[in-house]
């Protein structure tokens, strides 16, 4: 049963800290999605990929965040430095551009920025 | 810029009634329109989609509809059961995965 998967689950720090969130996409995905969502409802579009490189990344704040994929089963989001605001549930999710625009989404990494 | 309205925001049913959530899209390029069910803790995940040629989708309790003309599209859940509490997604998209998402529906199924 191919998913997306994503590390950390969970994921508590201070403000100031550098965080790291990884995903794997479905193998043999080539498309890329990083969403933010807050209060259960909501979904953020912050970045996405095509063959590991960036199309659209306006949702993304510059200063702090970047996402990159180096590598086909594996794409970074990271937050350097983290604030009280970035606190939410980030959410991979992949697809491939052949098919349907269907995107299959990890199950998120809850971040808390004390 | 383009967009897609759901509504509404909350749902409450009784266990056995049917529930009905709607979609507005802006964009009349827009040629797929999936829905997504997020379960709390988890990430969304596809429930049943439709294309723009085809009216009507069903799959057991669960079926779309879609009017191309006026820009809807509705999500029909029949005899609800609790365990469809979740919150829903509607999307359109145009290709390329040019996707936007409405804002959530949170349906409550009432024991």
């Known amino acids: 049963d191919a998913r997306v998967t994503q590390t950390p689950r969970h994921k508590v720090t201070e403000m100031g800290q550098e965080v790291t969130m990884r995903c794997q996409p479905i193998l043999g995905h080539n498309t890329v999605f990083w969403y933010r969502q807050t209060m259960m409802q909501g979904l953020e579009l912050l970045a996405y990929f095509r063959n590991r490189a960036p199309l659209d990344d306006s949702g993304m704040p510059k200063d702090r965040f970047s996402a990159e994929m180096p590598d086909a089963t594996l794409a970074t989001l990271k937050i350097q430095p983290s604030e009280p605001r970035d606190s939410a549930v980030y959410f991979c999710a992949s697809g491939w551009d052949r098919g349907t625009d269907t995107q299959y989404f990890g199950p998120g990494t809850r971040l808390t920025v004390l | 810029g383009e967009n897609v309205e759901q509504h509404p925001s909350t749902l409450s049913v009784q266990e056995g009634d049917s529930a009905v959530i709607k979609c507005t899209y802006s964009?009349?390029?827009?040629?797929?329109f999936p829905w997504y069910k997020q379960e709390l803790g988890k990430g969304p995940q596809l429930i049943i989609d439709i294309r723009s040629n085809v009216g009507e989708k069903k799959d057991q309790r669960i079926a779309v509809t879609l009017n191309k003309t006026a820009k809807h599209f509705s999500l029909h859940i029949t005899e609800t059961q609790p365990e469809d509490s979740a919150v829903y997604f509607c999307a359109a998209s145009k290709g390329g995965f040019k996707t936007i998402f409405g804002a959530g529906t949170r349906l409550f199924v009432k024991a």
């Open positions: 964009d009349s390029a827009s040629n797929y």
